[in-house]
């Protein structure tokens, strides 16, 4: 019901800076001068996301072309066309993260695109499980590929390793993290016996 700037990430070429705000189902794009330190609105400053779907975090595709906001209370990602000269976003598509039959609360936490730039991922905190989705090359659209269970409750944030080859996943109520072995050819992910407890 406010402004609820989330989330800050800094554009490939480091020209612009694209905040997700929660709270105005809106991503704003900056333009960011390196030299003075400051941002100034984009020629294009934001870009309407679902309403009530509260963008909570933003990344880019390997291309710089495309990026993904993932929504907190819409359980989806939403795709956007990226202009690198003017710091546009341009939305192109929506898809849910969960299972077509999922009735709870939706409560999505991080996305992250793996370095191949082939696939991204995303986590659903109520569900207890992480996304998979294939990246088209030429128009940044995606494709569902699989649903795995994230070993532990409420999975907040993870990360890939720089070679891509695994993801560590955070959970926020049960205080364990685990890790999945990733398959670069498809993107699907593998549990292993690798945990740790913190």
Not at 37 to 49: E, G, R
Not at 98 to 109: H, I, Q, R, V, Y
Not at 117 to 130: M, P, Q
Request: charged share 20%.
């Amino acid at each position: 019901d406010k402004p609820h700037a989330h989330s800050v990430t800094v554009s490939p070429d480091n020209r612009h800076v694209v905040v997700c705000d929660l709270g105005l189902d809106k991503v704003f794009s900056y333009a960011l001068d390196v030299e003075k330190a400051q941002l100034a609105p984009a020629a294009v400053p934001h870009a309407a996301c679902t309403p009530g779907s509260g963008p909570r975090h933003f990344k880019f595709g390997r291309d710089g072309r495309h990026g993904y906001a993932i929504t907190e209370m819409g359980g989806t990602i939403e795709v956007f066309d990226y202009d690198a000269a003017r710091g546009a976003l341009a939305p192109k598509q929506v898809i849910s993260t969960l299972p077509e039959d999922f009735a709870g609360l939706k409560w999505n936490a991080e996305v992250r695109v793996h370095p191949n730039g082939k696939f991204l991922y995303a986590s659903n905190r109520t569900h207890d499980s992480l996304a998979v989705f294939s990246i088209a090359a030429d128009s940044g659209r995606l494709t569902f590929v699989d649903r795995v269970l994230s070993g532990g409750k409420t999975p907040r944030n993870f990360a890939l390793s720089p070679d891509g080859k695994w993801l560590v996943c955070g959970h926020q109520d049960s205080d364990n993290l685990t890790v999945f072995r990733v398959d670069a050819d498809t993107g699907r992910l593998t549990a292993t016996a690798h945990t740790a407890a913190v």
